[in-house]
C-alpha cells in the first residue's frame, strides 16, 4: 500500500506523560500536514511542512506540541506534559506541489485518549 | 480568514432517494472548494475538488457538486443514495494559505 501512513493507531497516555506519534508520507510527496480531529468537529489545521522546512503553524500548536520532518520524508507530531484536552484524532495528510492542483491525501489517524 | 459552515449536522435519507449536503463559505481572497468522506474509523477521502473552470465538478461514487459564488456556497448532491454512502461528509475551503479549512461535518446516514 503506497498510502500515508500512522502509526500508532491507537494511543492511550495518562495526563502529563508525553507522546509521539510518525507520519509517513506517500513516497514522492513533499509536503505534509498535520490536522487535528475532536469529537464531532471537522479536522483544524497544525502545522505544514514543504520538505524539511516548517513552513506553517497554527495558533493551536501550543508551546507542549512540536513537530519535525527532519529529513523531507516522515514526521513527527510530539504533545509533551498532555492534558485531557489534548484527546482527539490526530490526521496527517500530504501532497504533492504541482501548480493549484495539491490535492491532499489523508492517513487512517492516531486517535489519543488523555486519562 | 475563511470558514466554512454545514447547515444539516445529521441527514437521515431512503435508499435511492436524492440527497443534498448543503455547504456555504466565507472568505476574503480566492479560494478552492473540496468535499471529503470520513467512513468510520478511517482518514479523509476526497470526493471531488472545485479549483477553476466549470462550477458543476463531478466526483467519485457518483457524487456532484456545484460552486456559486455570488451565493457562496458548495452544495453536495447526488441523485440516488446507498446504503453505501453512509458516513460523514466535510466540506473544506483553501485559499491564502495551504491548509484546508474544514466544517463540521454532515452525518449522512441511508436507510433501507
Known amino acids: 500500500d503506497t498510502g500515508v501512513s500512522q502509526n500508532p493507531r491507537h494511543k492511550i497516555t495518562k495526563r502529563g506523560q508525553n507522546v509521539t506519534f510518525r507520519c509517513d508520507p506517500i513516497s514522492e510527496h513533499n509536503r505534509l500536514y498535520w490536522y487535528r480531529q475532536t469529537l464531532g468537529q471537522g479536522p483544524e489545521f497544525l502545522t505544514y511542512?514543504?520538505?524539511?522546512?516548517?513552513?506553517?503553524k497554527s495558533r493551536l500548536l501550543s508551546d507542549r506540541f512540536s513537530a519535525e520532518r527532519p529529513k523531507g520524508s516522515f514526521s513527527t507530531l510530539e504533545i509533551q506534559r498532555t492534558e485531557q484536552g489534548d484527546s482527539a484524532m490526530y490526521l496527517c495528510?500530504?501532497?504533492?506541489?504541482?501548480?493549484?492542483?495539491?490535492?491532499?491525501?489523508f492517513g487512517p489517524g492516531t486517535r489519543l485518549t488523555v486519562l | 480568514a475563511q470558514s466554512v459552515t454545514q447547515l444539516d449536522s445529521q441527514v437521515p435519507v431512503f435508499e435511492e432517494a436524492p440527497v443534498e449536503l448543503r455547504c456555504n463559505y466565507s472568505s476574503s481572497v480566492s479560494v478552492y472548494l473540496f468535499w471529503y468522506v470520513q467512513y468510520p474509523n478511517q482518514g479523509l477521502q476526497l470526493l471531488l475538488k472545485?479549483?477553476?473552470?466549470?462550477?458543476l465538478v463531478k466526483g467519485i461514487n457518483g457524487f456532484e457538486a456545484e460552486f456559486n459564488k455570488s451565493q457562496t456556497s458548495f452544495h453536495l448532491r447526488k441523485p440516488s443514495v446507498h446504503i453505501s454512502d453512509t458516513a460523514e461528509y466535510f466540506c473544506?475551503?483553501?485559499?491564502?494559505?495551504?491548509?484546508?479549512?474544514f466544517g463540521k461535518g454532515t452525518k449522512l446516514t441511508v436507510n433501507p
Open positions: 511542512f514543504q520538505n524539511e522546512a516548517q513552513l506553517e
Open positions: 495528510a500530504s501532497s504533492l506541489q504541482r501548480g493549484i492542483d495539491n490535492e491532499q491525501f
Open positions: 473544506a475551503v483553501k485559499g491564502g494559505s495551504e491548509k484546508l479549512v
Open positions: 472545485y479549483l477553476s473552470g466549470s462550477t
